[in-house]
């Protein structure tokens, strides 16, 4: 089974999240895959961050949102760095990508993006919101998708099937053997976060899972064990 590791935010437990130095520093590490999370500036650049304020992450604070991406530029995002654009990001680095969508409006600037540059087979869309996941795939034809899920019951397994997702990504404190049987019998993956301990890894493992969102690179080297 080919067992993914995936950078939550670039490798945000060493490095300031969902800035070029994590992403960077997530491939350097090895990881499979790069996730990432996308708003909209005021002036619609499509910005990587997770957060809908920019207090938590930043030197600033206030809304995304009522930021220009010139006001967006002028904050430190950690150790430096500034709040990076999608495209810069895919210039950076050549890994693939899971592309988390957290404000819905997002969905028709990723897909502009995608179109421009071919992504379909690059990058896979992430969200909390079914209905990003459906507008994404209505404007991308092929993409793939995959609902993430923190709060859930079994019922998320027929949540992504209505959406059309053929990935879950699910919180590993709350996941069962049931809820992964399920999703198997949908032909769905799952994928386990945030996965940061050796217990968790073996939880994942044990689960068969086909990959886990780490935010410690080292997950990668230790996950070549625990098959």
Known sequence: MNFLT??????????????LRSFVA???????VIELDLHLSKDGALVVIHDAEVDRTTDGSGAVAEKTL?????????RGERIPVFEEVLDAVRAPLQAEIKDVAAAKALAEVMHRRD?????????????ALTEIARLVPGVR?????????????????AAGAGTLVLNIRRLTLEIVERARAADLRVIGWVVNTLDQLRLARALE???????????????????
């Open 6 to 19: 995936i950078g939550h935010r670039g490798v945000m437990g060493v490095e300031p999240e969902n800035t």
């Open 26 to 32: 997530a491939e350097r590490a090895g990881l499979d």
């Open 70 to 78: 010139a006001e967006l530029r002028a904050l430190d995002a950690g």
């Open 119 to 131: 992504l379909v087979s690059r990058v896979e869309v992430l969200s909390f919101h079914d209905e």
């Open 145 to 161: 998708t995959a609902l993430v899920a923190d709060h859930y019951g079994p019922e998320v397994v027929e949540r992504a099937r």
């Open 209 to 227: 899972l086909d990959g886990a969102t780490t935010d410690q690179p080292e997950i990668k080297r230790t996950g070549r064990f625990t098959a």
